[in-house]
């Protein structure tokens, strides 16, 4: 592990021009210098660099951090690996502190499950290439598929033998222990029985980013109703299948340079694709595509083209991945295939040259696609075509970029012969649902307590609100400006209160502070240095070594947000944010109370409608009370925000 003192040290010296200009070519805009964006396609520049403040953000992908998210992001590298990148470009030694036991044991777990994976992996293409059964059955199952030699190769394709445990048998022979090959899944262990797991299949081995084997897939060749046709390793310390994308390794710099990625479903289809010569393609391994996997993804490129299956159960997979890959802001396409194809057999019956004119010629547009194949199902049925408008602008409205969404909004218009004001209005009620299911969402979440560990709390993510990100906004921004003055101790004096003081004071008195965990880490930092003169919140958070501390500060410290809209909508303020802090900050505070409150007074209807179904009068009263405490606190801060409207 790297000492901070070192940490630090290449922080301050990584400028963040100078090594973002290694890649990119950067001019001089004002303070901040522009550039192509190096994470995707655009030939307007969007990427802006802020040496003053250390960070680069691209409001195109809307990629963003200090100079060590940048090489992370593209050399997809880990936070380790990067900062001894930085460490090399300017010479500068790394020294490591010595882990500590328990750190050191977690390592060595994982390495021990990686090094036996990697050893399973040598054994299973021995057996394939090597052993008269794997030759028979496992080669000649691929062979009769037309697989080519180099493709199995290339993925290390292999077999596990038939019979109970002839993998363990070799293993345990060559020192690996029984724990270890439990822990991966190859083993499986029952008092004093044991097994292979994988035997007699055909082993499609799982890589990391980095290339290392961290699980399997395995197919059975023989007939047996049964047992099921494909069997992947357990969730392990290694593997975690909601996260990986199978044909990652293989694909990922394919994948950068083409700007686009093929999502296909199977082990196979990813072969038959890279033995048709198309290398930008990963498969979900038959799992429901995951936003871990989309943001995978989404590391390399922005746009997507699912292919699935050409049946009913293919083209429903598609509809469903479609609205995870939209909310995470990226393009989304179909190809759908001929009745009874999927893309392994498609490939093969096509050929390289054949698939590749397939694709230019039937790619299709996800609203084209979901429309014309809703279209064929109503007929001429206005309730049912009610009910395909309501599903085709459920799909558009979690579009989070409004231009884009605009623009299927009138494509949508075109294909539907509906008004493009009545679907905005559909738009809208859609967003005004999707707000409130995050409502009940967050209360849900706000109602669980962190679970405390010897070391440090349980951390989990909640979704912020709109009034937690402006009021981390101003705390991180503002925290040392002077907000207003107010009586001293002594006649005649007058005290300064500054901003952070003043939302950290209104928050901890009311004991209203979020329980999301980036937010408490921001709002615990600032407090503690509030009365560091040396504290710099910009430079503290934008390198801070908590990567999602550091993304989120950069993101709302960023040119983008520096004066929100929210304050100049409808000509409501013109002034610079900085000249109105006595009026702004006051506004954020309570404004963020408001919800809070809303949320608490939801959470108390719930317990009051629960006592009042077991016949728990006591405590019905009890809730009541709260609930009308609280709504007088709701009415006094609504007051003091002009009996705004809230959604």
Known sequence: ???????????????????????????????????????????????TVSPAKGIFKCFGCGKGGNSVNFIMEHENLTYPEALKWLAKKYH???VEEEDSEEQKQQKDERESMMIVSAFAQKFFI?????????????????????????????????????????????????????????????????????????????????????????????RILKDDKNT????????????????????????????????????????????????????????????????????LINRFTTNITIIYDGDTAGIKASLRGIDLILEEGMNVKVLPLPDGEDPDSFAKKMGAGGFQQYIKENETDFIQFKTRLLLKEIENDPMAKAL??????????????????????????KLLNVDEETLYTEIRKQKSKQTEDFRKKEIRESAKEFVSSETEPKKHITGFLVEELEFLRFLMKYCKAPLFEVEGENPHETEIVK????????????????????????????????????????????????????????????????????????????????DILDLLIPKIVFEYKHRKIRFMLENIEKKINEAATANDFDRVIEEQSKYMNLKRVEKFISDKLGNRAFI
């Open 126 to 218: 021995r057996c394939l290439w090597d052993n008269n059964e794997g030759r028979t059955i496992g080669l000649g199952y691929f062979r009769e598929r037309s697989f080519r030699d180099d493709i199995l190769k290339k993925f290390e394709i292999g077999f596990a033998p038939d019979g109970q445990s002839p993998f363990t048998e070799a293993a345990q022979k060559e020192g690996y222990r029984i724990d270890y090959l439990e822990k991966t899944g190859l083993t499986i262990k029952r008092d004093n029985w044991v097994r292979d797991r994988f035997a007699g299949r055909v082993m499609f081995p799982i890589h990391n980013l980095a290339g290392r084997v961290i699980a399997f897939g395995g």
């Open 1 to 47: 592990m790297i000492d901070h003192a070192t940490i630090e040290r290449i922080i301050d010296t990584a400028e963040i021009a100078d090594v973002v200009s290694d890649f990119v070519s950067l001019r001089k805009r004002g303070v901040n210098l522009l550039g192509l964006c190096p994470f995707h396609n655009e030939k307007t520049p969007s990427f």
């Open 499 to 578: 901003a952070g003081n003043f939302m950290i004071n209104e928050l901890e008195n009311d004991d209203l502070v979020s329980e999301n965990y980036l937010f408490q880490i921001i709002f615990s930092e600032v407090k503690e240095n509030l009365d560091n003169e040396s504290f710099d919140p910009w430079k503290h958070f934008i390198h801070h070594l908590n990567s999602d501390v550091s993304k989120l500060a950069t993101d709302l410290l960023s040119e983008r947000f520096q004066e929100s809209k929210r304050w100049n909508k409808a000509g409501a303020y013109t002034e610079k944010e900085e």
């Open 228 to 295: 099921a046709k494909y069997l992947n390793s357990p969730e392990s310390e290694i593997y975690h299948k909601s996260k990986v994308l199978y044909g990652i390794f293989h694909a990922k710099r394919e994948i950068a340079r083409n700007e686009k990625c093929y999502l296909v479903e199977g082990y196979t289809d990813v072969l038959s694709m890279h033995q048709a010569g198309i290398e930008n393609v990963v498969a979900s391994s038959g799992t429901a595509l995951t936003k871990d996997q989309i943001r």
């Open 92 to 94: 500068i030694d790394v």
């Open 388 to 413: 395909l408008i309501s599903d085709v602008i459920r799909s558009v409205a979690v579009i989070p970029d409004n231009i884009t969404r605009s623009v299927y909004i009138k494509e949508c218009s």
